[in-house]
């Protein structure tokens, strides 16, 4: 049974940076396509970020563009999320989500199979 992790949510004040990471048990993660999305109260779970299996194609909702990294590293087996200049805004539960059968990076909740129990992210204003 698959197994996804997240970890490094936490309070930190507008402006500030975060990193989350994923982690996996039972598969390599070199075989997944990994997002993160997000959901904040009161609302929808909405992509944040995705990843190809190979790590070279990336996407990026246009809110978080130019100030979010997703990224692998096939060698811990970890995928991260880097969240820098943070907003109030990006206030939200953070999930990674993995689905091993896409080929390109998937923004919709459907095309994930496999789900982390989530990790709060809190930004002061």
């Known amino acids: 049974q698959v197994q996804l992790v997240e970890s490094g949510g936490g309070v930190v004040q507008a402006g500030g940076s975060l990193r989350l990471s994923c982690t996996t048990s039972?598969?390599?993660?070199?075989?997944?396509?990994v997002g993160w999305f997000r959901q904040a109260a009161g609302k929808g779970r909405e992509f944040v970020a995705g990843i190809s299996w190979s790590g070279s194609r990336t996407a990026y909702a246009d809110s978080v563009k130019d100030r979010f990294t997703i990224s692998k590293d096939k060698s811990t087996e970890t995928a991260y999320l880097q969240m820098n200049t943070l907003k109030p805004e990006d206030t939200a539960v953070y999930y990674c989500?993995?689905?091993?059968?896409?080929?390109?990076?998937?923004?919709?909740?459907?095309?994930?199979?496999?789900w982390g129990q989530g990790t709060q992210v809190t930004v002061s204003s």
């Open positions: 989500a993995g689905q091993t059968s896409l080929y390109a990076v998937g923004n919709f909740e459907y095309e994930y199979s496999y």
């Open positions: 039972g598969r390599t993660f070199s075989n997944y396509v």
